[in-house]
C-alpha cells in the first residue's frame, strides 16, 4: 500500500503544480488555472461519498485497478487536449476516479492498522505520500521545462499503470457482512461525518490555494527553487509525525489536533510576508508540522467510533469535506491572487484555517463523534 501510495502522488504532484503554468502557456488566467485543481477535488468531494460507499461494496482493491486504469487515460487525454477548456472539463470526471481511489486506498489501510495505534499507523502509512509530494514538483516541473506538457503527460500516464499493477498484486481485502443494499441519501453518506468535518474544509482551503500556487507566488518574488516549498514542506512532516501520531494516541487524539492547527495558522501567516528563501522555508516547516498531523489524528479520532463496514463510506465523508475545501482554496486564491495580490489571498486562507478551531472546540463539546457515529448495537 505504501508504494501504491506513493506511485499515486508521485503521478499527481508533478500534474498539480504543472498545469497552471500549462493552462497560463494555453491563453488562461490566474483564476482560470486556479480552477483545474478547484475542478479536480469539487469532483472529487462531490462522488466521494458515493464511491467510499462503493469500495465497501465492490471491495477497495477492484475499485483501486479500475480508477488507476481510468486515470491512466486522463493522463493521456492532457496529452493531446488541444485548449486548456477541454482539460479543465476533463478534470471533472478524473475527479471522480480520484475519489474512489482515495477512500478505497484509505479504508483499506485502515483495516490493517491496531486500532490502538491507529493515528501512528496512519502517519506511518502517509509517509509514501509525504515522500513523492517532496520530490514530485521538481520533477515535474523539470520535465515540463525540458520536454514539454506531452512528455509529461506520458510519464504520468507510465506511474498510472504502475499504480494498477500493484493494486492488482494486493491482498484481497477484507469482506464484511453488510446490510441489504439501500440506495437511500442516508445509508449511502455519512452526513453527520460532513458536518463534523468541516474542520477538514475549514483548514484545507489553505493547502488547496498553496499547493496550487505557492511555486507561482515564488516566481513571482524570485525565489529559487520554485519546488522549495515543497520539499521543506514534507520533511517537517517526516520528522515529527511519527511522533506527533504517536503522542496522540497515547493521551487522546482531540487533545493534539488543536495545537496542530495553530501551527498551520501560524505557517500561513509567515508566509503572507514571506520573500526569501528563509521565511519560505520556515512558512513551509510551521505548516508541514500542523498539517503533517492533523488529518491521520483526526481520522483516528473518528474511527474509534465508526462501525467496520462503514469505514469506506465514511472516508468518502472525510474526503468530500477535505476535497471541497482544496477546491474552493485552489479557485478562490487564484481569483484573490489576480485582483488583490498574493500575500492578501493567502491571508484570507490563514483566516479560515484559523477558524477550524473554534469550531472543533464547539463540535467535540456537542460531542459529535460518539453520539452521531456510534456503531448499531
Known sequence: MCSYSFTVFMSAFQLLPVAPF?????GG???EAGLF???LTYASAVSAPITGAMGDRLGKRRILIVASLAITVFSLLYAVAPSYHIILGLVLVHGVFWSGLLSSSSAYV????PKSRRAEGLGYAGFASILAVAVAPWIGLWVFDRGGWTLLCLEMAGLNLIMAFIAWRLPPDTRREMPPLSLKPADLVEWRVIIGAVTLFLYS????GITSFVAVYAEQVGVTPRALFFTAFSVAIIATRPFISRYADRIGHARVIVPCLGM????IAVLVFASTRMTFVLSAVLFGVGFGSAYPVFVAHLMHHVPDHRRGATFGA?????DTGIGTGSISIGWLSEHYGFGRAFAVAGALALLSIPYFLYMEKRQWTTSALAPPA
Open 22 to 26: 500549462h493552462i497560463l502557456a494555453l
Open 29 to 31: 488566467t490566474a483564476s
Open 37 to 39: 485543481l478547484g475542478f
Open 110 to 113: 485502515t483495516d490493517i492498522v
Open 205 to 208: 482551503f489553505s493547502y488547496g
Open 264 to 267: 498551520m495558522v501560524v505557517g
Open 318 to 322: 472525510l474526503i468530500g469535506a477535505f
